[in-house]
């Protein structure tokens, strides 16, 4: 590694660099918690301030006692609420951002206090409220402030549906202040944001951000139209008056029963769990599910069951030392939109994308992400040059959230959609009027689409022909050796050697494996052994079944599902070539839409020609109807979801369909079963709401085999 990757201290004068972070610290919590969008990630505030920590753990000379390390949140400006101190403090947590870290935690609070039974719950990514209740009844609801003192929002808090306005039970204290989050849920922000965008209106950025507007708004009536909700994970003072304190209340989760016997709403994910092993199993496992909660959450937090051992170990100024927040890796991060480019897909769509200063998230590096069409771009507001917020959650694909607007300097540049292909030069048009996407219109010789249907070809869902990828399909287009799509199954050793990217330019330098087998090296001029494997893959590709030739084809709206009904029903292409709109609009999952496609897509002569030389070079062209199989599921509607042993996501429809069955994607009322396989997500608890019966594997593998009889 070169000596400049290292990562040392900067050689930086520690007194003015503390100066420094103190107040981009203070700067930026000023923006968080106050009205002001704040302009840098929750990530990048953490390194700040794990830094500014990092530096007074070495200098503790540099110390303030109004230091950020030493006070929680942010001093408020006037806000229009009425300040309220808090009876007891509410602190903040420190965090842990490797499971390491929280190892080494549970090592320091475990040695002086022995003992590790250890609470572990989600971390909401709401609003901390401070709720009090005198003699059982809600008389104040305040936000976290300074942790001494916060807002008065009380009116806004008694307008959360689920939140007590009485405690309920035997054991009602004469004051206690109750500690919990206020969230908006991930359901009902991304309605409040299609509502606003349908009105015109700036969409919110996360719930979060929407739960603290929320809570603040000046009129209560304006919250209640907010579906805000709390989860209660805290006790702040506490006075029993002349009621017999509640047994339970001597652990951190006996508290959480208390306060679900007085009726208040409390994480159904809490566990008490002791030694590291299961809280690494808990903690790797929440991240896993992070987005099948209804509200954000963005960690872990850990807290000492015991509580007289949190007693024990007490608090800083700002935190508990019997609790820390374990932080997943950030899912929303910062970067640069360097430019704005448009790529043309095989349909010819032309889809504009960002290229962005490469930059970690949610443990992937990403360089580009879709902006989907110039609407889309209009509507995120992002210019060239622009800080922009960059969200990967989950599995979900990357996405530009929108431009840091109070980060611009003015040397930002706005971005027009070309009016002709870059590929071949030809004037984009939208297909039909009021289409969003701009396309194309040159499918024959455009090369840019040319490439992508012939990779197309190639992937996992059409002919699953390795090799053939785009770069593959580029150098074959780009060197002539093929001018499009017809003539790929004709390819032989010496068209493929035509190709730059197929011969290889030195002699080839053999693995010992190779070697022992007592290969020899091939030498320049000759075709690559990748070259080889396509040729190979191509003549397997041509055994492929009749509904993976059909979307092979790109026809528009013909993916894999219209494809097997339409194989299923027709059983060879010459007959789906011969149908008319009517017969190919009745098959059941077709459509008029589909159908038209199909009879259009097969007027065009050049079109006809890929499918004639296909022919000609053998590839299958029609299924044989396996009459050994009988029709068990004819008429009925499966789904299947999560991941069963024995089928693949492919084979589980093949074998709904050749059975006569449909195999739908989404559960409705008119679903029959639902299979349900492992790690299964939101459909299984939408067949339970709707009451659609759920089957096992075993239980599917009878339906397939019998049909609804053989489940009686
Ligand atoms: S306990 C004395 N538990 O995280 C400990 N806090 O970063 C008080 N938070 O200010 C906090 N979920 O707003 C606790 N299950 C949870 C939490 C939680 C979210 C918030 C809370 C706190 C912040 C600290």
Redesign the pocket.
């Known amino acids: 590694m070169s000596e400049t990757n290292e990562s040392r201290p900067a050689q930086v004068d520690p007194r003015a660099r503390h100066q420094d972070l103190v107040q981009q610290v203070e700067e930026h919590r000023a923006r968080y918690y106050g009205d002001d969008a704040p302009t840098i990630s929750d990530a990048e505030y953490d390194a700040l301030e794990r830094e500014l920590k990092d530096l007074e753990a070495g200098h503790p000379e540099l110390i303030e006692p109004d230091s950020p390390t030493q006070v929680v949140g942010a001093a408020r400006g006037d806000t229009g609420f009425a300040s309220v101190r808090h009876r007891e403090r509410m602190?903040?947590?420190d965090n842990a951002f490797s499971l390491a870290e929280v190892e080494s935690w549970l090592t320091r609070i475990g040695k002086e206090a022995g003992d590790r039974r250890i609470v572990c719950?989600?971390?909401?990514d709401g609003?901390?409220i401070s709720l009090t209740y005198v003699d059982g009844e809600l008389t104040q609801g305040v936000t976290?402030g300074d942790g001494t003192t916060g807002e008065d929002v009380t009116a806004n808090v008694r307008t959360i549906a689920g939140l007590p306005h009485s405690l309920a039970g035997d054991h009602v204290p004469a004051l206690v202040e109750v500690?919990g989050?206020v969230y908006l849920p991930v359901e009902a922000f991304q309605q409040l944001n299609d509502r606003l965008r349908d009105e015109g209106k700036d969409p919110y950025a996360n719930p979060r951000n929407t739960a603290a507007g929320s809570l603040r708004q000046k009129d209560p009536q304006v919250t209640a139209t907010r579906p805000l909700a709390l989860t209660a994970?805290?006790l702040g003072a506490l006075e029993w008056g002349g009621t017999e304190p509640h047994p339970s209340i001597g652990s951190q989760s006996g508290i959480y029963d208390v306060l679900a016997q007085w009726g208040m709403p409390v994480?159904e994910f809490a566990r008490v769990l002791d030694g590291i092993g299961p809280i690494e199993d808990y903690l790797v496992d929440l991240e896993k599910r992070r987005h099948d909660m209804v509200h954000e959450i963005d960690g872990a937090?850990l807290k000492v069951d015991d509580r007289s051992v949190q007693a024990e170990l007490g608090s800083t100024s700002r935190a508990?030392r019997w609790?820390i927040?374990y932080k997943f890796p950030p899912e929303e991060v910062h970067t640069t939109l360097e430019d704005i480019r448009v790529d043309v897909g095989r349909t010819g769509r032309v889809t504009p994308y960002g290229v962005m200063t490469p930059v970690t998230v949610a443990g992937s590096t990403v360089t580009y992400a879709t902006l989907h069409n110039q609407h889309e771009v209009k509507r995120k507001g992002v210019l060239i040059g622009d800080t922009v917020v960059l969200r990967k959650a989950g599995d979900v694909i990357p996405e530009i959230v929108g431009p840091v607007a109070a980060a611009r300097t003015g040397k930002e540049r706005e971005w027009s959609m070309p009016t002709h292909c870059p590929s071949c030069g030809t004037a984009l048009a939208e297909q039909k009027e009021g289409d969003k996407d701009l396309r194309c219109p040159n499918s024959q010789s455009c090369p840019a689409q040319i490439i992508d249907r012939i990779a197309f070809i190639g992937s996992r869902g059409a002919l699953d022909v390795e090799v053939l990828g785009e770069k593959a399909a580029a150098a074959m287009v780009e060197s002539g050796v093929l001018v499009n799509e017809a003539g790929l199954f004709d390819l032989g050793a010496q068209d493929v050697a035509l190709a730059d990217l197929f011969t290889l330019k030195a002699t080839e330098s053999l693995t010992k494996a190779q070697r022992d087998a007592g290969e020899t090296p091939r030498q320049p001029g000759d075709l690559t052994r990748n070259a080889s494997k396509l040729l190979e893959e191509l003549e397997k590709a041509k055994k492929q079944p009749l509904w993976r030739v059909l979307v092979s084809l790109s026809i528009r709206h013909v993916g894999p599902t219209a494809s097997r009904a339409l194989a299923t029903a027709f059983e060879s292409m010459d007959a789906i070539r011969a149908a008319s709109e009517e017969e190919l609009a009745a098959v059941e999952g077709v459509g008029p839409v589909i159908a038209e496609s199909v009879r259009s897509w097969f007027a065009v002569d050049w079109h006809v020609e890929i499918v004639e030389r296909w022919a000609a070079a053998g590839v299958r062209m029609a299924d044989e109807r396996d009459e050994a199989v009988e029709r068990t599921l004819e008429g009925l509607t499966v789904v299947a979801t999560g991941s069963l042993e024995r089928f693949t996501r492919d084979s589980v429809k093949e074998a709904i369909i050749t059975r006569g069955g449909k195999a739908a994607s989404s559960v409705s009322k008119n679903t029959d079963y639902v299979v349900v396989g492992a790690n299964a997500g939101s459909k299984a608890a939408k067949a339970e709401q709707l009451g659609v019966p759920t089957l096992d594997e075993a239980q599917f593998e009878r339906l397939l085999e019998g049909g609804p009889q053989a489940l009686a």
Request: glycine fraction near 0%; aromatic fraction near 6%; avoid cysteine.
């Open positions: 602190m903040s947590l719950e989600p971390k909401i609003l901390s976290r500690r989050e994970y805290a994480s937090v508990p609790a927040a």
